[in-house]
């Protein structure tokens, strides 16, 4: 026998596939053994983590072993903590047996980067175990899911081979404790079988938010401390308590867990904000929207925001160096826009204001139009943006740009673009939201609009915008006599009698 001594077999053991032939072979020696060894699956309490191979003078067949089900088991937490509602993480502990690897200590980093697909990965687990009989050397904790019958595929042994490393592998009891599970596996342990796990979230500051289906809720708390546990920064979770529907598209919110502190701080296009997320809208998923449009502004443009929030539209507007109008109902929203207007060192640049949206277009924004079109040339530098993010109901307001500008001189250049948004159901969403708008401004938008996909917000739901540069037919013309009906019979009607002609 050469280096891999029947010594070293003792100490190591084989796997059980080995052990249930009569006669095997050692992957490195070539050499044969007879099967006269029992693997004992007991705690040796000579050697911690190690199982025993035990010589014995008679034949020995593996029953259907504890180990072999286990290591199926590996990423799961221990089964009693199934239905636990309030968390006890000394439940989760658990002993698993996985394959390790002896090596010399000098040599570990190298063989930990030659098999890095092959070594166990597990939050807060440490790869190589203390070897208690050599000092000299460590073991290396093997993933049991990538070798299965705890033997060593070729490319590993060849790559042992050159590192002049015996590929057998022994059998370790490793315990498994709460820090060592993910979130998911945590949560599938302990909610009801079969039943939807999830451990998404979308994270505010140092807050989590969350929102839970009925059959979650008698775990909340548990989830709540769960996230916090496995997500760094993370201090405060949350769950939304009714559907967004208030006017100020903020949510009723039940504290889980960590602290009751809503407000918060985030950064958002390398921007940061601070808000009260009880009391404020924030969405983490409308960054790309949000830099998406400014960077359709030049310096010098003009941003009216007319459901401005605290500002993501137009604190980097305003950093880019154009004039800002933003606007919000909401006197918190204003409060927050306000303080971020500081923040961010732009108060000079944005001029706030909280009021309706329909007054703010009807007030502030056509009194600086009706001061600033007159005056552009014929290929103004300056454009005028109004940007009306407030999907559920935006497309409504459209219909106020309708003889806003009646009586001022008609300027054709520089018309004001609008950036507007709304929800569709529809199997052809921007065809949809175009007719919507098209029913509001009561003119046909076709091949003077475009639209823009901005994310699904549900299944069979999606926020779009649609942008267009509202037509001077639409700002200048006087109302029609048949103007009182309802919006959608006016489209109707201005449809069949053919798109509007621009009046001078
Ligand atoms: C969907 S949020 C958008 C906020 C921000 N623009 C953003 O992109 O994150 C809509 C905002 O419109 C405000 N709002 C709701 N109804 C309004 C109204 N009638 N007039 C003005 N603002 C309103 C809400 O307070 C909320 O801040």
Same mark, same amino acid.
């Given at each position: 026998m050469n280096n891999f001594s029947s010594r070293t077999l003792w100490r190591f053991g084989y796997s059980a596939r080995l052990l249930k032939t009569n006669h095997f072979r050692t992957a490195a020696s070539n050499t044969s053994f007879p099967a006269v060894w029992i693997l004992s699956a007991?705690?040796?309490?000579?050697?911690?983590g190690l199982f025993l191979v035990v010589k014995k003078n008679r034949f020995f067949t593996m029953p259907e072993t504890v180990e072999d089900k286990a290591n199926l088991e590996l990423y799961s937490p221990h089964p009693e903590v199934r239905g636990m509602t309030l968390l006890d993480r000394e439940a989760f502990k658990r002993t698993v047996v996985v394959p390790v690897l002896k090596v010399k200590k000098e040599i570990v980093n190298t063989v930990l980067k030659s098999l890095k697909h092959t070594v166990l990965q597990r939050p807060? !687990?440490?790869?190589v175990a203390e070897d208690p009989e050599d000092g000299d050397s460590r073991l290396v904790i093997l993933d049991p899911h990538k070798i299965p019958g705890f033997s060593l595929g070729e490319s590993e042994q060849e790559i042992l081979k050159e590192l002049n490393v015996c590929p057998e592998v022994s059998k370790y009891n490793l315990e498994l404790t709460?820090?060592?599970?993910k979130s998911e596996e945590i949560l599938r342990a302990v909610l009801p079988e079969g039943q939807e796990v999830t451990s998404g979230f979308s994270r505010v500051g140092h807050i989590a938010h969350l929102n839970l289906r009925d059959h979650q809720l008698p775990y909340r708390h548990l989830i709540g401390q769960v996230i916090i546990d496995k997500n760094p920064g993370i201090t405060c979770v949350v769950n939304k308590t009714n559907i967004i529907d208030s006017t100020y598209r903020n949510f009723q919110m039940e504290v889980l867990a960590g602290e009751g502190n809503l407000i918060t701080k985030v950064k958002e296009n390398n921007i940061a904000y601070e808000l009260d997320f009880s009391k404020v809208y924030w969405n983490p998923r409308l960054s790309t929207e949000h830099s998406r449009i400014v960077e359709l502004l030049k310096p010098s443009d003009v941003l009216f925001?007319?459901?401005?929030?605290?500002?993501?539209f137009a604190i980097p507007a305003a950093k880019k160096k154009c004039h800002v109008f933003a606007n919000d109902l909401n006197p918190e929203s204003y409060n927050w826009l306000l303080h971020n207007c500081k923040l961010n060192k732009v108060d000079n640049k944005i001029k706030a204001f909280n009021m309706d949206g329909r007054d703010f277009l009807l007030g502030p924004v056509r009194e600086e139009l009706s001061k600033e079109l007159p005056l552009l040339k014929e290929e103004p530098k300056t454009s005028f943006h109004i940007v009306m993010n407030l999907p559920a109901l935006a497309i409504e307001f459209l219909d106020v740009f309708r003889h806003l500008l009646v009586g001022e001189p008609c300027s054709t250049a520089g018309l004001p673009m609008v950036h507007c948004y709304g929800f569709s159901k529809h199997d052809d969403p921007a065809k949809d939201i175009q007719e919507r708008a098209e029913a509001s401004l009561g003119t046909s938008l076709d091949g003077r609009c475009s639209t823009h !996909?901005?994310?699904?917000?549900?299944?069979?739901k999606e926020m779009l915008c649609i942008s267009f540069q509202i037509p001077a037919d639409v700002l200048y013309k006087r109302p029609c006599p048949?103007?009182?009906?309802p919006a959608s019979k006016r489209l109707r009607a201005s449809k069949d009698s053919s798109e509007e002609k621009l009046l001078s």
């Open positions: 007991q705690y040796s309490g000579r050697i911690p807060g !687990l440490k790869r709460y820090e060592n599970f925001d007319v459901f401005a929030g605290i500002g993501p !996909l901005v994310r699904n917000v549900a299944p069979n048949d103007e009182g009906k």
